[in-house]
């Protein structure tokens, strides 16, 4: 065969793919039919058409990406003067961020302190998988493209998990999440103080009670991003103004080394106790009152802060 029957073909193919401008899928098959010659005929052109309908498929892909890409860090008022504006994620009637996603995730989101630049702020991240066992991956955003990754996340159970992140500045910032190697993904968008602004009561209401998991005997079990092993029995009624006395376990691999405490509000603010009693090699009894009620990050370290842990606390109004 000459070469004349093939260049007929590419070109009435060649139009007819322009007439289907947008059309993201064209099996070969309708091709072949359209163009009216058998498949011998076609099968040098087929690769190439297959190619041109793969470049479209890949690039409206990509220029939806880069459409949300836009949308955040030039479109938002994130971009303008780093404000989240009407595009801060809502929150639910327990005080958790809600997440945005396209596919069937379900992602809550409690901060568990006023998120400002430069220090840690902690998050109990809920991020729903089937069947739930895929790790989390989570990077913040800001409106310039610049990510940051969290510096510790810790899966607490099937579902939850404990990320911290440190933000290197104010302003809206987007906090985007996947599990399941991507398939599920959703963001939620965080107004960063800056240094001195005054925060909303929304991270003072939130509900941290739920936080820090329990063992078999009802004692809180601390998180620990090290070797040791921290255990705290606390009674369940914990109310503010009033002294408690906590049962305090953490290791500290055999060495002999002083054990610390201080309690943390949201807000930053820090309480020490009145005083701590040393029980065993490992065991500590901790005397802490709380001034105020809502939620509290204990802090315990041991070896001069190499070995460290936190427990969340729910602290109840005075009676």
Same mark, same amino acid.
């Given at each position: ?42 099968? &040098? ?10 470049? %479209? @498929?890949?690039? #409206?892909? @990509? ?31 327990? &005080? ?10 379900? %992602?809550?989101?409690?901060p568990l302190s006023v998120a400002r630049p430069e220090v840690d702020t902690w998050?109990? !991240? ?21 990510? %940051? ?23 809206? *910032? ?11 993904? &959703?963001? %939620? *968008?965080?107004?960063?103080?800056? #240094? ?43 109310? #503010? ?6 049962? *305090?376990?953490?290791?500290? &691999? ?57 427990? !969340? ?7």
């Open positions: 065969m000459n070469g004349k029957p093939d260049v007929e073909l590419e070109d009435r193919l060649r139009a007819r793919l322009r007439e289907l401008d947008g059309v993201a899928v064209a099996p070969y098959t309708v091709l072949r039919e359209r163009a009216g010659r058998p498949r011998g005929a076609s099968r &040098g052109f087929a690769f190439t058409a297959a190619t041109v309908i793969l470049v %479209i @498929v890949v690039g #409206a892909i @990509v220029g939806d990406r880069l459409r949300e890409s836009r949308s955040f860090n030039a479109g938002s008022p994130a971009a303008a003067n780093g404000d989240c504006g009407a595009q801060t994620s809502q929150r639910d009637s327990t &005080g958790h961020l809600v997440g945005v996603s396209k596919d069937t995730t379900t %992602i809550l989101v409690l998050f109990d !991240w809920y991020m729903t998988s089937a069947p739930g066992t895929a790790p989390l991956d989570v990077y913040a955003e800001y409106g310039d493209g610049s990510r %940051i990754p969290p510096t510790l996340v810790m899966q607490t159970g099937p579902d939850r998990f404990l990320v911290r992140l440190a933000f290197p500045k104010s302003g809206c *910032w987007r906090l985007h999440a996947e599990r399941a190697g991507g398939t599920l993904s &959703g963001d %939620i *968008w965080l107004q960063v103080l800056a #240094a001195g602004a005054t925060a909303s009561a929304d991270y003072a209401n939130a509900d941290c009670s739920a936080t820090s998991r329990r063992d078999a005997t009802g004692r809180l079990i601390g998180t620990t991003g090290d070797s040791t092993a921290i255990l705290v029995s606390a009674p369940p009624d914990l109310r #503010a103004g009033a002294e408690i006395t906590f049962a *305090w376990y953490m290791t500290s &691999g055999g060495l002999a080394s002083p054990f610390t405490v201080y309690a943390q509000y949201g807000d930053g603010s820090r309480v020490t106790p009145r005083s701590i009693e040393t029980v065993g090699p490992d065991d500590f009894r901790v005397h802490l009152a709380f001034p105020k009620p809502g939620c509290w990050r204990l802090h315990s370290e041991r070896i001069g802060g190499k070995l460290s842990g936190d427990v !969340w606390l729910q602290v109840l109004p005075s009676r």
